[in-house]
């Protein structure tokens, strides 16, 4: 089966400029996350969506980062404005509900670096 | 903050059985241990999962000990390939669960020819 694709695999943009970051989760996946981790360190949970609803966005930075997932299935993340410390690979999963034992699935991730 | 405590890095020998510790006293009666690993330049990996027995599955083994508070997961042949960052998560599994996975700093393995 086809798994989590994420575009771009990369991208580099200047401080205060804005970038978005799209993710196609697996069919048939009803809950997406994403995922933001740093360079030497584990990722971290930003925000998590049960189909088009936000189960947790305790972690997510709301005066920059929003995310979306309009139709319960593809979501974007998007940083308007970026800071030098978002640099980081942005990771997208996904699993087929988030309680019980669903195993996550991840994407390639996306490499930000912010100049 | 992750509930784990794991070494940083760890060396094995090709073909020798790869023994990854992880310590986890403050575990919950109602969580499960999960092993996740995350190869350079990729997404992590799902390898296994338990929550007090002993569990095998086509990637590794986990070991879980008797009171809980700590676990090993097996890598039975070490390949090139298992090179990577291993971690060990604690997650709570039911139906009011949001599923988030805490992530600590992991084991970084390097498997040796």
């Known amino acids: 089966e086809a798994g989590v694709a994420q575009s771009p695999r990369y991208k580099i943009i200047e401080k205060r400029q804005s970038v978005a970051f799209w993710c196609n989760p697996i069919?048939?996946?009803?809950?997406l996350y994403w995922y933001q981790q740093i360079l030497g360190q584990g990722p971290k949970l930003l925000i998590q969506?049960?189909?088009?609803?936000?189960?947790?966005d305790s972690q997510l930075p709301k005066d920059r980062f929003s995310a979306e997932r309009l139709k319960g299935v593809d979501s974007t993340l998007k940083i308007q404005p970026a800071k030098l410390e978002d640099s980081a690979v942005y990771l997208c999963?996904?699993?087929?509900?988030?309680?019980?034992?669903?195993?996550?699935?991840f994407g390639p991730g996306t490499r930000l670096t912010v100049l | 903050d992750a509930k784990t405590t794991q070494p940083t890095s760890m060396d094995c020998a090709e073909g020798r059985a790869a023994n990854l510790p992880c310590n986890h006293s403050?575990?919950?009666?109602?969580?499960?241990v999960y092993w996740y690993r995350q190869i350079h330049s990729q997404g992590p990996q799902y390898i296994i999962h338990?929550?007090?027995n002993n569990e095998t599955n086509e990637m590794a083994s986990l070991i879980i000990t008797e009171d809980r508070k700590s676990s090993t997961l097996i890598l039975p042949h070490a390949t090139l390939r298992d090179t990577a960052v291993y971690y060990c998560?604690?997650?709570?599994?039911?139906?009011?669960?949001?599923?988030?996975?805490?992530f600590g700093q992991g084991t970084t393995l390097q498997v040796k020819p």
């Open positions: 999963a996904s699993s087929l509900a988030g309680g019980g034992n669903n195993e996550q699935f």
């Open positions: 069919s048939g996946h009803a809950t």
């Open positions: 969506f049960q189909n088009n609803g936000v189960v947790d």
């Open positions: 403050t575990i919950s009666g109602n969580e499960y």
């Open positions: 338990g929550l007090k």
């Open positions: 998560i604690v997650r709570v599994a039911g139906s009011s669960n949001t599923g988030k996975l805490i």
